[in-house]
């Protein structure tokens, strides 16, 4: 299953949010800066989907703020 989400960096705490089906916005703690913000998004999801963390993969939007992510 694919998802796009919308990630909003040095937020107040961590946080995701479905917006729509397939299209969350993810609030994280990290700066955007060597993937930290990246494997934030992916604990959430990882969380909330109840998945392993090894089964979230961040297919494109390695440096932009809407990203799509691969869940197995």
């Known amino acids: 299953m694919r998802v796009k989400v919308k990630v909003k960096p040095n937020a107040n705490k961590n946080e995701l949010k479905e917006i729509s089906t397939g299209f969350f916005e993810a609030r994280v703690s990290v700066p955007p ?9 992916i604990e959430l999801l990882a969380k909330h989907f109840k998945v392993p963390k090894s089964t979230v993969s961040l297919i494109s939007g ?3 703020k809407e990203k799509v992510f691969e869940i197995e």
Do not use: W, Y
Request: hydrophobic share 25%.
């Open 33 to 41: 800066e060597k993937g930290k913000a990246n494997q934030r998004v």
């Open 62 to 64: 390695q440096t932009f």
